[in-house]
C-alpha cells in the first residue's frame, strides 16, 4: 500500500498544502498601509483612508528625501539660535467610532529618525489598529514649511517593529508544524508499509 492510499495521506497532504500557502500569506503583507505626499509650500489639508492587514500597533511618520535641521522640525530640547520651527500642523487618525490618535507640533518631536538611505523624519504617533475596519487620516498644515517642502514630505502608516516580528514568528512557528506534520506522516507510513511487509512474508 503506498502513501497514497494509507490514513496518512491525509496529513501529509494538509502539510504539504500549508507550506506554501503560510509563505505566500506572509510574503504579500503590506506593512505600508498608507502612503500619501504632502505640500508643505503652503496652508493646505490632506486626507486619506486605509486598512490594515493584521491587529496590532501601528506608527504615524512625517518623512522627507534628505536631512532638516532639528530647529526646523520643532525637537524637543534643540538649541535654535539662527533656525526656528517650520512645521506647524495637526493630525488626526480615526476609526469611525473614536479618534485613536491625534496631535501637534507645536507639542515638539523627542526626536527625529534617518535610513541609510538618507530619508529623515519623524513619528507623528502611534496607535493600535483592528483588521475589518477603515481608518480615515488627516493632517491640517497651518502654514508652510518652505525647507521642508522642497524634500518631497510625505505622510506614512505602517505596522510597528513589533507587530511585524510576532508576525515573522507565527508564521516560523506554522511552517515548522507544516513540515513536522509532512514529514512524520512519510515516516509513520513508510514505517508501517515496511512492517505489513515483514508480516507478509
Known amino acids: ?34 502612503l500619501r505626499p504632502i505640500d508643505l509650500s503652503q496652508p493646505a489639508m490632506v486626507t486619506d483612508t486605509f486598512h490594515v492587514p493584521r491587529n496590532g500597533p501601528y506608527l504615524m511618520e512625517l518623512g522627507i528625501a534628505g ?7 520643532g525637537v ?17 487618525v480615526s ?11 507645536s507639542a515638539g518631536f523627542p526626536g527625529t529618525w534617518t535610513t541609510e538611505e538618507g530619508s529623515s523624519g ?3 504617533g502611534s496607535f493600535d489598529a483592528v483588521t475589518g475596519k477603515r481608518y480615515d487620516l488627516s493632517i491640517v498644515v497651518n502654514s ?44 509513520v507510513a513508510q514505517r508501517s508499509a515496511r512492517k505489513r511487509a515483514a508480516e507478509a512474508r
Not at 536631512?67 to 522640525?73: F, P, Q, V
Not at 508652510?144 to 502608516?157: E, G, I, M, Q, W
Request: charged fraction near 20%; proline fraction near 3%; charge should be negative.
Open 1 to 34: 500500500m503506498s502513501i497514497l492510499e494509507s490514513q496518512f495521506f491525509k496529513p501529509a497532504l494538509l502539510g504539504a498544502l500549508a507550506i506554501p500557502l503560510l509563505a505566500y500569506d506572509f510574503s504579500t503583507v503590506n506593512w505600508l498601509v498608507a
Open 67 to 73: 536631512k532638516a535641521d532639528d530647529c526646523i522640525w
Open 76 to 92: 524637543t530640547g534643540a538649541i535654535c539660535e539662527n533656525t526656528h520651527r517650520e512645521l506647524d500642523a495637526n493630525w488626526t
Open 95 to 105: 476609526d469611525g467610532e473614536r479618534v485613536v490618535l491625534e496631535g501637534h507640533s
Open 122 to 124: 519623524v513619528a507623528l
Open 144 to 187: 508652510a514649511a518652505p525647507d521642508l517642502a522642497k524634500l518631497k514630505p510625505r505622510v506614512t502608516v505602517e505596522a510597528g517593529q513589533k507587530l511585524r516580528d510576532a508576525d515573522l514568528v507565527k508564521h516560523a512557528v506554522a511552517f515548522v508544524i507544516a513540515m513536522l506534520v509532512l514529514v512524520g506522516s512519510i515516516v
